[in-house]
């Protein structure tokens, strides 16, 4: 295997932030970020300045930058976990490797801290195999290869442009899981990466994420908003709709997606039983989304990114609109994030 290149000019590192002094947070993350540049996009709802230490090649994004580029009707777009969006959509970089801000860098099994910016990009810039599983795990790393059986014909694979890194200590457990199990934590280290198979949905978590952004950037996108959503994980559904959403645009677009390493520690924040309530409407719907999404089929005039998110604004619509109001405000939304994406990339190029 050739050693993957990584180009600081290619990659922008997106935190949410949803506390004033980020000085903690940073700093435990200087040594892996601090040569890249940020995208800090404050909670519309946090009413504070940050605190943001010296050092870092940052730029932060308010309340007042989402309302001079989205309509009113819109804003609500990026409340929330779902303002980490915003700087998806004013990224001028390849990649964006995204974190919440309630995470700490992991260990690995060695001892030695996890380069999360390396391991996702290494992630995109080796193809995915989402035509054939190969049972040795991902086989472009370094150590592993196709295993006996695999066709010859498939081994160049498919570009990957979804990397789901994963967790330590809290795992992103839906809440009745967590409730019903307080004391469960994740301490296992698995050192593998696999592609998700072709046809199979997953419940995307945005806590440790990278994308390609110019492949399928106008597919990361904020939709579903639930009725009593709060502001801690087990209370949103964004990034799960979200990884419904891409992972349809995937397989349509021959495109792949990996999950594995790396990984983040995660901290605890929220309570679980007090967020039961609020994501239970969620927890519900799930079982409806699913067999939609499964059967849904996009036509071949959606070649790009943009071209299946609009495709499925209008399937959604039609098929759960008139039931779920909620899906029927996703597909509007979705369709707004799109004629955004448009604008804003539009005003790059001028």
Known sequence: MSQVTIDRNEIDIV?????????SFLEEWRPIISRFHLIIVQDPDLKEGLKIPNGFDVDVYTKSDIDKLVSASHASMFSGYACRYFGYLVSKRKYIVSIDDDC????DNNGDVVDIVTQHITNLKTPATPLFFNTLYDPYRKGSDFVRGYPFSLRSGVPCVLSCGLWLNLAD???PTQSLKPELRNSRYVDAVLTVPKNSLMPMSGINIAFDRETVGPAILP???LAKEGKVRWETMEDVWCGLVVKVVCDHLQLGVKTGIPYVWRNERGSAIDSLKKEWQGVKLMEELIPFFQTLKLSQDAVTAEDCVMEMAVAIKKG?????PE?????GNMVEWVKIWKEVGSRVLI
């Not at 899906?327 to 597909?331: E, G």
Request: cysteine-free; charged content about 20%; overall charge positive.
């Open 15 to 23: 935190i949410a932030a949803f506390r004033s002094d980020l000085t």
């Open 104 to 107: 700490s860098p992991a260990k």
């Open 173 to 175: 457990f839906d809440a």
């Open 223 to 225: 939709a579903l908003k």
């Open 320 to 324: 759960m609109g008139s039931k779920h």
């Open 327 to 331: 899906l029927a405000n996703a597909a």
